[in-house]
């Protein structure tokens, strides 16, 4: 089974504004406890949203280029 890649979130500068949770159309992220979580990781989909609706950049997708 390949591993799956999700986003990278940065809690050193994530202020937990909770954006990304709202905006998520798959409901991956939440807010548990003062922390960021993926509560259901498995439906993301790598869609960006998260990552565009962050204000200060802690959410970041990471992409590998591989040539064919």
Not at 14 to 19: D, I, Q, S
Not at 22 to 34: Q, R, S, Y
Request: aromatic letters at 6%; proline letters at 4%.
């Amino acid at each position: 089974m390949a591993e799956q890649t999700l986003p990278n979130i940065n809690k050193n500068i994530c202020v937990l504004c909770g954006l990304c949770v709202d905006e998520c159309p798959e409901n991956v992220l939440a807010l548990n406890h003062n922390d960021l979580i993926f509560e259901n990781p498995q439906a993301c989909t790598y869609c960006g949203t998260c990552e565009e609706v962050c204000s200060e950049g802690a959410v970041r997708l990471e992409y590998e280029i591989r040539w064919a």
